[in-house]
């Protein structure tokens, strides 16, 4: 089930007014990029967190996807992010310092929450595994609207390689093609 701007807000609202203590949020991937304006909707929600016991928070989302219809909602602690692609788990351990490049959603008031979105070329290259057509066009847009070069791209693609658990080859294949789309 598909969700825009709004629908995205309300949602980490409703996580908000769930919460007795202060969490970190960092929107990944269609989540942030729908924040950010540059896609109609997601087909999910999907963040990383941070200051909040794991039960806890799984039983929030439990109960937040219920609320939102059976929204598919997915989370990772801020340390790792694992992922479930052709029947293994894949894990991409973000370059360090990851978090202090995350952009700070200032705008919105919430009492708990401090939420972020992940750097636009961290969202990029966290899409280079899968290389779908969908992430396709989310990296075409975010490259054109935040002007990202070829050097920034490659410097941290380099960083995120090492931090890349699955099938480097294929890994370094997709980069490079999306390399070649973009410029």
């Known amino acids: 089930m598909p969700v825009d701007k709004k629908g995205l807000l309300d949602?980490?609202?409703?996580?908000?007014?769930?919460?007795?203590?202060?969490?970190?949020v960092v929107l990944i991937?269609?989540?942030?990029i729908t924040l950010l304006g540059l896609k109609e909707k997601s087909k999910d929600v999907a963040f990383f967190y941070g200051h909040i016991d794991d039960f806890e928070?799984?039983?929030?989302v439990e109960r937040l996807s219920r609320d939102y219809g059976g929204m598919r909602i997915d989370v990772w602690p801020v340390s790792e992010?694992?992922?479930?692609?052709?029947?293994r788990i894949v894990s991409q351990k973000l370059p360090s310092g990851y978090l202090d490049m995350c952009l700070k959603v200032d705008n919105m008031e919430f009492k708990y929450i401090d939420l972020r979105i992940l750097n636009p070329i961290?969202?990029?290259?966290?899409?280079?595994?899968?290389?779908?057509?969908?992430?396709?066009?989310?990296?075409?847009?975010?490259?054109?609207?935040?002007?990202?070069?070829?050097d920034a791209l490659r410097e941290r693609?380099?960083?995120?390689?090492?931090g890349y658990d699955g099938d480097t080859r294929r890994y370094e294949s997709n980069f490079k093609s999306l390399m070649e789309m973009l410029f």
Not at 11 to 24: A, C, G, Q
């Open 11 to 24: 949602i980490i609202n409703s996580l908000d007014s769930m919460l007795s203590s202060p969490m970190e």
């Open 29 to 32: 991937g269609g989540s942030a």
């Open 57 to 60: 928070l799984f039983g929030l």
């Open 81 to 87: 992010m694992l992922m479930h692609k052709e029947g």
């Open 122 to 150: 961290d969202i990029v290259l966290t899409k280079v595994w899968r290389l779908s057509e969908d992430d396709i066009g989310d990296i075409t847009h975010l490259a054109e609207h935040y002007q990202l070069s070829q």
């Open 157 to 162: 693609f380099e960083l995120h390689k090492q």
